[in-house]
């Protein structure tokens, strides 16, 4: 039986059409007008005024980690559930990363933890040089008051909504919710150029900086001139012109994921000690993947192993960086909601693209290994 893929590329006519037109108009190495075009697409779609197209989304947090001081031997508190892309830009930057664990009602980052450490960093005179938030699974985070502790405190946000385009909060854009976001546009995020991601900041002249330095910081000069380390992460051309055409599909690309989340709710309805990801009042969710947990964890094993037996893909929620080996050593405020999600949570075929019988298939499968 044909493979069904986690969350596969949406892409089609639309698309398609965009990217022959770039192609055509000879605009190919590697910078045009479709990327300035894009860029001004997803400002307006946000209401900020900068935006800065990127290789990567991973490319975007090391930039705004940069635009936002932090440097050797500073500290950066990063959500501790989450991939691990967040957590690395720190070390690329010679930070230290201080991991903060989820709460079970939003799982994002636990405001009264990081209330806590920030409250033990300022008695040590060790506070943050940044606070990184993602938004985990598509949704956005308890801004209103992690951004006002961090006020009190006086550190930056940024958003980590590599996975959020689209979502909102108490009706405010992902993406615009800290000092500056991060976007990511790949393949199997909500929208996709292939490969891509975008740095937003409501502020001209900080985009123009990140785009200086994304652009291997080249003075305005005749020859080749440097005075400052840059980097090479522009996106090119082309993608841009893809995720021109996916982004006047994104509205129905996150109502079609959230569909099939309700799908799944009503399918498993009465299944005993399964749980959705909670949705909190003031979160407009994208519908990124559809996220379960089970209160017993062997079940979970179960309906994995049956979904790889039948050719279907699912996979584990994230694994906590407090687990992983490589940031074994860094320190953790955490209570245990991301472990035990690591321990019982799977995330279920999600794609805007899933047919009704693929979806069928699925639960099906899922029911036959969970009875
Ligand atoms: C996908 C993802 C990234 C990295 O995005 P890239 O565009 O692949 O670099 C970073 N953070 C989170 C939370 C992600 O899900």
Not at 82 to 96: E, S
Not at 276 to 292: A, K
Request: hydrophobic residues 40%; charged residues 20%.
């Amino acid at each position: 039986m044909d493979r069904i893929f986690l969350s596969p590329p949406d892409v089609g006519p639309v698309e398609r059409q965009y990217l022959l037109d770039a192609f055509d108009s000879g605009w190919i190495a590697p910078t045009g007008p479709d990327l300035d075009a894009f860029e001004q697409e997803v400002a307006q779609r946000i209401g900020w005024s900068g935006a800065v197209g990127l290789t990567t989304a991973t490319a975007g947090l090391h930039l705004a980690l940069r635009e936002l001081g932090v440097g050797p031997g500073d500290d950066v508190f990063v959500s501790s559930f989450t991939f691990v892309a967040a957590v690395n830009t720190v070390t690329y930057c010679g930070g230290r990363p201080v991991l903060i664990d989820s709460d079970a009602s939003s799982w994002n980052m636990d405001p009264d933890l990081l209330e806590c450490a920030l409250s033990e960093a300022a008695t040590n005179g060790r506070l943050p040089s940044a606070v990184v938030v993602v938004d985990l699974f598509g949704q956005c985070a308890d801004y209103d008051r992690i951004t006002a502790l961090c006020a009190e405190f006086e550190v930056p946000v940024l958003e980590d909504a590599a996975e959020s385009m689209g979502s909102t909060y108490r009706g405010r854009p992902a993406g615009t919710l800290g000092d500056i976001g991060v976007f990511s546009f790949n393949g199997n995020k909500v929208m996709t150029t292939s490969g891509g991601g975008m740095l937003v900041v409501d502020d001209v002249e900080v985009a123009e900086r990140i785009r200086f330095l994304a652009t291997q910081a080249r003075e305005p000069a005749d020859h080749y001139e440097h005075t400052t380390v840059g980097f090479n992460y522009r996106l090119s051309n082309l993608l841009a012109a893809v995720g021109r055409g996916q982004l006047t599909r994104l509205d129905e690309l996150a109502k079609q994921r959230c569909e099939i989340n309700r799908a799944y709710r009503r399918a498993f309805d009465r299944v005993e000690g399964l749980h959705f990801m909670p949705v909190p009042e003031w979160s407009g969710w994208n519908g990124w993947l559809t996220c379960v947990y089970f209160d017993d964890a062997s079940r979970r094993d179960a309906v994995r192993a049956a979904m790889a037996e039948a050719n279907i893909e699912s996979r584990a929620l994230w694994k906590p960086m407090h687990l992983q080996p490589l940031y074994a050593d860094v320190p953790v405020y955490e209570r245990g909601v991301s472990t035990s999600l690591f321990e019982t949570g799977l995330c279920l075929p999600s794609g805007s693209g899933l047919t009704d019988a693929q979806l069928d298939r699925v639960i099906s499968t899922f029911c036959a290994a969970d009875s």
